[in-house]
């Protein structure tokens, strides 16, 4: 029981204000959160303040941070330059309802980073910059059918919102409609054959759209040609190929996971560090689909316009931050110092897990790491640990009771890990974050130890 467990006890003594402050929040939001990320059991961390890699909580407790706001800063917490440009677009003003210069500047450093975006339509999410994304590429096409990936998250509007983490069947999850659902064709990750033979046999599928380094931001890897395969792939039968690259855009590589694996797609998505911390999405690509928000092609070719507006829609404050923010990644060796630090941190992480016995294992994509929490307790070396090796139903696998107890565990130790079971690492992290982080991790398996049942070596 939760009320037993001394690791709830000792997370309970340190954060009273914390608590108090979800006692309120539950008398306004469901489960006291506004982002199912955030669910923990007794309840989550309130956080006051946040510098660099570090995040403080409203009792003062300061933790090493692998949130890194959702993955929007690859930068870290409060970066200057971005701050400033932040400052001079608020002193001009909140919102136009108008054109503007950051939106312009914005849409450069989009295009210096990613060539494949020959035109560019800002969203204000995500979620919003999918969704478009598949109406243009129906509308493009004529099809009605997306395909997607098992695992692959690509926001939580009514196409996307099964197959991630259940109903795998393709079976709608509550409030999406059945009709809805038929509309999607869902494929297994790393199955370049089985994708083949759903091609070859179903005509009126418009796009593929995938998470290009895997499902979760990467916690179900993808083979290094699987990507490249599926671009010929598609273009071999007129379907279009979206990449997904909300995580990974200008994460993985300055040029996203597309200039990581020299792979043009015919679509992006975009969002989180694209807006530099802020709100923000985009959908870039090919001008010819593109066009199909343009006022001027639909009338000279005769087509139906797809209506898009949206109020945030390149806000000016998002513009500046994200500007900045690509223009820092471009002339800089952030991605790579993230990517570095991460590979250090497996390979320390799969080092401490068999020093102390337990089946566990680190793994990353550069920038982003993971935990393999084994449930199914399959015979594993963590010092030689091949993801690729394993089902992604058991990559995905991990005990809810036991991954929240890890996740308060660290946060006793310091260290504020994903619900998930992984975190995003900015260019901040350093070697002090590093030793911590191990050692957080170090006293989290020792604790853990002394109340459940570890998988062993």
Not at 133 to 159: E, Q, V
């Amino acid at each position: 029981m939760l009320s037993n467990s001394p690791i709830v006890n000792e997370y309970v003594d340190r954060t009273p204000s914390s608590q108090a402050l979800a006692e309120r929040a539950g008398k306004f939001f469901p489960s006291a959160i506004s982002h199912d990320s955030r669910h923990t059991t007794p309840y989550g961390i309130y956080v006051d303040k946040a510098l660099g890699s570090r995040k403080w909580d409203a009792d003062g407790n300061v933790y090493v941070d692998y949130f890194g706001g959702h993955g929007a800063l690859l930068l870290g917490h409060r970066n200057a330059e971005v701050e400033a440009c932040i400052q001079e677009a608020l002193a001009a003003g909140t919102h136009f309802g108008s054109s503007h210069r950051f939106e312009v500047a914005w849409a450069e450093a989009v295009q210096r980073l990613m060539p494949s975006a020959e035109r560019i339509r800002f969203t204000s999410s995500g979620t919003e910059a999918t969704l478009l994304a598949m109406r243009l590429a129906r509308a493009f096409t004529g099809k009605n059918k997306i395909a997607r990936f098992r695992t692959h998250f690509h926001g939580w509007h009514d196409h996307m919102a099964f197959g991630v983490a259940n109903h795998y069947d393709g079976s709608p999850t509550p409030g999406v409609l059945p009709e809805v659902a038929a509309q999607v064709v869902l494929l297994d990750p790393n199955d370049i054959d089985g994708v083949a033979g759903v091609l070859e046999r179903d005509p009126e599928i418009s796009a593929v759209i995938l998470e290009p380094t895997g499902g979760g931001g990467g916690m179900i890897p993808l083979a290094p040609d699987f990507v490249t395969q599926l671009r010929a792939l598609t273009a071999q039968h007129g379907v279009l190929l979206i990449m997904d690259e909300v995580v990974t855009g200008f994460r993985v590589h300055r040029g996203g996971a597309q200039g990581l694996l020299g792979v043009t797609p015919d679509l992006t998505t975009l969002a989180k560090i694209l807006a530099g911390g802020l709100p923000g999405g985009a959908v870039a690509g090919r001008a010819d689909i593109l066009d199909h928000l343009d006022f001027q092609a639909a009338a000279d070719r005769d087509f139906e316009k797809i209506h898009h507006p949206g109020t945030f829609n390149a806000n000016p404050l998002s513009a500046a931050a994200g500007t900045k923010t690509l223009e820092i990644i471009a002339s800089s060796d952030a991605c790579a110092r993230a990517a570095a630090f991460g590979a250090e941190l497996r390979q320390r992480l799969n080092e401490s897990f068999a020093r102390a016995g337990v089946a566990w294992a680190a793994y990353d994509q550069p920038a982003s790491i993971f935990i393999f929490m084994n449930a199914a307790g399959l015979a594993i070396d963590p010092r030689n640990f091949d993801p690729l090796a394993i089902p992604y139903q058991d990559l995905k696998a991990k005990p809810p009771g036991l991954l929240n107890k890890l996740r308060l565990a660290l946060l006793i130790g310091g260290v504020d890990f994903s619900g998930s079971g992984g975190g995003v690492i900015s260019a901040t992290h350093d070697d002090g974050d590093l030793e911590q982080t191990v050692a957080a991790f170090e006293q989290a398996v020792t604790l853990l130890k002394a109340e459940e049942s570890l998988p062993r070596i």
